[in-house]
T-cell receptor, first 115, second 110 residues
Framework: GAVVSQHPSRVICKSGTSVKIECRSL??????MFWYRQFPKQSLMLMAT?????????EQGVEKDKFLINHASLTLSTLTVTSAHPEDSSFYIC???????????FGSGTRLTVV | EDQVTQSPEALRLQEGESSSLNCSYT??????LFWYRQDPGKGPEFLFT???AGEEKEKERLKATLTKKESFLHITAPKPEDSATYLC???????????FGAGTQVVVTP
């Protein structure tokens, strides 16, 4: 099946530091990767769309300088939360279209806690 | 603007008690309607994609149906392991963005 591997699953960082989250497509090529965040008991909110080899497209209200997205290869996309603050604490999930049999495949998510 | 509304917000079922979840949508040019299951602390797990009104898909105790304005996820004789949040999402462009509903949290008790 189509698998997106996301790491780390949990990370705790100090306020002001940066954190990188990786998503790798293991058995298919992900030309597009979607990045979501999810607050407790809420649904997924799209943050940005990245395409391999080009700049990411950010949703309205998402700070592109704070959430840096790199999609340098067909199997790897990264999200870096820069100068993290406690309000950035959330569950971050990546997703890629993986064909009609698998729909959009999601990573397992990263729980970010900024202290 | 595309909208996806799921109801009910929460559903508590006895084991074996069948029920249905609703996903109503307004979107220009629906390309696909997706159902996902999400367990706490995990990413959504793909269940179904429906493309056109009248389409139905089944997987074990789950059956999804689609009309021009809404989709239903029927859970037949649920088991405790069916407890999860069920998310509905619509796609309005070719492998474009998904618009998610708020989800229905299902709890199945023995």
């Amino acid at each position: 099946g189509a698998v997106v591997s996301q790491h780390p699953s949990r990370v705790i960082c100090k306020s002001g530091t940066s954190v990188k989250i990786e998503c790798r497509s293991l058995d298919f090529q992900a030309t597009t990767m979607f990045w979501y965040r999810q607050f407790p008991k809420q649904s997924l909110m799209l943050m940005a769309t990245s395409n391999e080899g080009s700049k990411a497209t950010y949703e309205q209200g998402v700070e592109k300088d704070k959430f840096l997205i790199n999609h340098a290869s067909l199997t790897l996309s990264t999200l870096t939360v820069t100068s993290a603050h406690p309000e950035d604490s959330s569950f971050y999930i990546c997703s890629a279209p993986a064909g009609t049999n698998y729909g959009y495949t999601f990573g397992s998510g990263t729980r970010l806690t900024v202290v | 603007e595309d909208q996806v509304t799921q109801s009910p917000e929460a559903l508590r079922l006895q084991e074996g008690e069948s029920s249905s979840l609703n996903c109503s949508y307004t979107v220009s040019g629906l390309r696909g309607l997706f159902w996902y299951r999400q367990d706490p602390g995990k990413g959504p797990e793909f269940l179904f994609t429906l493309y056109s009104a009248g389409e139905e898909k089944e997987k074990e105790r789950l059956k999804a149906t689609l009309t021009k304005k809404e989709s239903f996820l029927h859970i037949t004789a649920p088991k405790p392991e069916d407890s999860a949040t069920y998310l509905c999402a619509v796609q309005a462009g070719s492998w474009g963005k998904l618009q998610f509903g708020a989800g229905t949290q299902v709890v199945v008790t023995p």
